[in-house]
């Protein structure tokens, strides 16, 4: 099973960047896709951004415009650009590899990280 090390997360002010990583053990390239997550205090786990194996990205609205996942495959890296911070969107950030259902719907794979802390303060 892939294992994944997400790193690059920080406290920053609002409207601020960061750029966070994941590492994997295994080629992303073998996955239908791969997915950052993020999980706020109190809220479940929301996917919000998707990169598929063709480069494909997606994105959930409450992030669209600000933040940007990219890949790396030689260095089996999924990356995710975040910009135009803002407090809410403090949360620890998961990565992990995705499949898809027969609906069309992303699922989660791989066993969770432990996360990277990102912190927005206003």
């Known amino acids: 099973q892939v294992q994944l090390v997400e790193s690059g997360g920080g406290l920053v002010q609002a409207g601020g960047s960061l750029r966070l990583s994941c590492a994997a053990s295994?080629?992303?390239?073998?996955?239908?896709?791969m997915g950052w997550y993020r999980q706020a205090p109190g809220k479940q786990r929301e996917l919000v951004a998707v990169?598929?194996?063709?480069?494909?990205?997606n994105y959930a609205d409450s992030v669209k415009g600000r933040f940007a996942i990219s890949r790396d495959t030689a260095k089996n890296t999924v990356y995710l650009q975040v910009n135009s911070l803002k407090p809410e969107d403090t949360a620890v950030y998961y990565c992990n590899a995705l499949s898809r259902t027969t609906s069309g719907e992303f699922f989660a794979l791989g066993r969770w990280g432990q996360g990277t802390q990102v912190t927005v303060s206003s």
């Open positions: 295994g080629s992303i390239f073998s996955f239908n896709a």
């Open positions: 990169i598929t194996n063709g480069g494909v990205t």
